[in-house]
């Protein structure tokens, strides 16, 4: 008996011991879990990368799907580095055929629209499925300007079958698939920003056998290569959860990059990524319940937007948190975006018209300090032209003397404009249904009320204030510009005469000599000659005032001190792959 009281003694001991661990080891599993949890401020419209057309959609389709190329996370100024390719693409010497490798063993998600593994590995035939289907009239694709008349034989193909039911399969001189893993392209005439193109989300690659399968649904149903993957998406949820890929292929932390990041390099450096298991991602709209879910640990990091909350954290320098903001733990980004925003003239109206006095007038006469005090921060920088900080034709000794605040001056530029003795017909600024929106709105009457001028503001829809943009009917309105790549090509896009048709001009300015030296830079291989000839487009614009310009508005992020790596810039999308959360 004594013996058997022993023994089951010891049963007991074991068997306590054994659920101890099970429990342990369940709790550590747990633990060990790392969850991002962040926020987006829009509904997510489709995960369908070549139907995307805004920053939201954008920032998700990248964290499932991958690009040919990327920009280096860490390195200032950027630079593009492979991503799906084996190596940057070979350019012939004449800069019209670009020869690509896609790297080996790169698998598309799990899914059951593929048969076994070996459907699964990317190749370079859908590479050539995405340009096509993005060519393709019947998807409707808002990147596919970007490439438009520039791929040898795709607008003709685009043309051909511009009724539906186009033809995959048929040849087209500009996409020309080598082999399992490599694939040329050509040009019709050299365009040197080719590369940055192949950086956008909207060009992300999607599998031809995905879409075949799913054909709308993809838009719901995503299958990339990208770090994570979304068991099922429903547009109307407001949570999109993301899991950790565990097929993705080996990519590291960078080991190199700008000496603000060494901290990060020391750490981080050559650790397999991504780094985080899940992440939840909150879609709320207004500022006010994000905030609220930010405090009560429900999100990670956010960016701020509201002016008021702005004020209430910043100390008095505007670019660092108040010291009892630091003692709960969080840590303030801080990042000029690529941006700029300013008011529009339309330089095909009558008033505006060949009156560069009118116009330089009226950027006189708008007081930027007092708006940037009502509306923005300290920090935000006043827009001497349209390229912003950081991008390529950004002009630092540029000094626009006619963006500054000077009442007597603007007064004098009022007389030259030929409205001394006679009254200025009244300006009709179309603005967006915002309180915000028409606070600034109320804001540019005051200004220009001191220089004789009457705004009348009517506000509108975005798509009614499209409308009459498209159809040259307004007189007035708010713009903003946000880079899609590293270049500052796409602020001078919109000041091109001739994309009018395109409808990016949306200011009608056309000047000859612009165009000119905007036509020959499509030819320039050379970074430096090609920095330069920007440069002094950035400065016709400037000079010429063909908006009133802003600023370039900073982006404050505040975030809890376990997430690590988080850097904000405008035009790299997937940077979640990079974040970390430690305990």
Not at 18 to 36: A, D, M, P, Q
Not at 203 to 226: M, N, R
Request: net charge positive; aromatic share 14%.
């Amino acid at each position: 008996m004594k013996n058997f009281k022993i023994l089951l003694g010891t049963l007991i001991i074991s068997t306590l011991l054994i659920l101890y661990v099970k429990k342990n080891r369940t709790s550590n599993n747990i633990k060990k879990e790392k969850v991002l949890r962040n926020v987006v401020s829009s509904k997510v419209k489709t995960f369908d990368p070549t139907r995307s057309n805004d920053i939201y959609c954008a920032r998700q389709i990248a964290k499932i799907y991958d690009t040919l190329l990327e920009y280096d996370y860490l390195e200032r100024p950027f630079k593009l580095k492979p991503s799906l390719l084996e190596e940057m693409p070979e350019i012939s010497e004449d800069q019209l055929t670009y020869t690509f490798k896609l790297k080996k063993g790169i698998l598309f998600h799990r899914d059951e629209c593929f048969e076994n593994d070996k459907q699964r590995e990317l190749q370079a035939k859908d590479v050539i499925y995405t340009l096509k289907r993005m060519a393709d009239v019947k998807t409707m694709s808002n990147s596919y300007g970007y490439i438009q008349n520039r791929i040898k034989g795709l607008d003709e193909w685009r043309r051909k079958y511009k009724d539906g039911n186009a033809d995959y399969d048929e040849k087209i001189e500009g996409l020309q698939e080598l082999d399992k893993y490599s694939f040329r392209i050509k040009l019709k005439s050299p365009f040197s920003e080719i590369l940055n193109i192949f950086v956008l989300p909207g060009y992300s690659i999607i599998s031809k056998i995905a879409y075949q399968k799913y054909k709308e649904d993809l838009a719901k149903h995503p299958v990339g290569t990208g770090p994570f993957y979304i068991k099922e998406f429903n547009p109307q949820s407001n949570e999109i959860i993301y899991y950790k890929n565990p097929d993705f292929r080996d990519e590291y932390f960078p080991t190199h990059g700008a000496a603000e990041y060494q901290e990060m390099i020391d750490k981080y450096g050559g650790k397999k990524m991504p780094f985080v298991d899940k992440i939840i991602t909150k879609i709320i709209v207004e500022e006010s319940p994000k905030w609220l879910k930010f405090n009560n640990n429900e999100i990670d990091y956010m960016n701020i937007t509201c002016h008021s909350n702005l004020k209430n954290i910043l100390d008095e320098t505007s670019t660092d948190l108040k010291e009892e903001y630091k003692a709960k733990g969080l840590d303030l980004l801080v990042a000029i975006g690529q941006s700029t925003n300013f008011f529009c003239f339309n330089n095909i109206h009558p008033l505006f018209k060949d009156n560069i006095n009118l116009r330089r007038a009226m950027n006189l006469a708008f007081d930027r300090e007092t708006y940037k005090n009502l509306f923005f921060t300290k920090i935000d920088k006043n827009a001497q032209s349209i390229i912003p900080p950081g991008l390529s034709g950004y002009d630092y000794n540029y000094k626009n003397e006619f963006c500054e605040y000077n009442l007597k001056k603007a007064k004098e530029y009022i007389i030259k404009s030929g409205y001394y003795n006679k009254k200025i017909p009244v300006i009709t600024l179309e603005t967006g249904t915002s309180i915000k929106d028409r606070q600034k709105a109320e804001f540019l009457k005051k200004c220009m009320r001191e220089i004789g001028i009457e705004i009348k503001i009517q506000t509108n829809t975005w798509p009614a204030i499209a409308n009459k943009i498209n159809k040259k009917e307004y007189m007035m309105t708010k713009m903003g510009w946000y880079a899609d790549y590293n270049s500052g090509k796409p602020f001078l896009d919109t000041f091109y005469g001739h994309n009018e048709a395109q409808g990016l001009n949306y200011t009608y300015f056309n000047n000859e000599e612009y165009n000119q030296i905007f036509e020959k830079t499509a030819f320039m291989r050379n970074m430096k000659d090609k920095d330069r000839a920007f440069q002094k487009l950035n400065r016709i614009i400037g000079d010429s005032l063909p908006v009133l310009f802003l600023f370039h508005t900073a982006h404050y992020i505040i975030k809890k001190s376990k997430v690590k790596n988080y850097l904000y810039v405008t035009f790299i999308y997937g940077n979640e792959k990079y974040v970390d959360v430690v305990s």
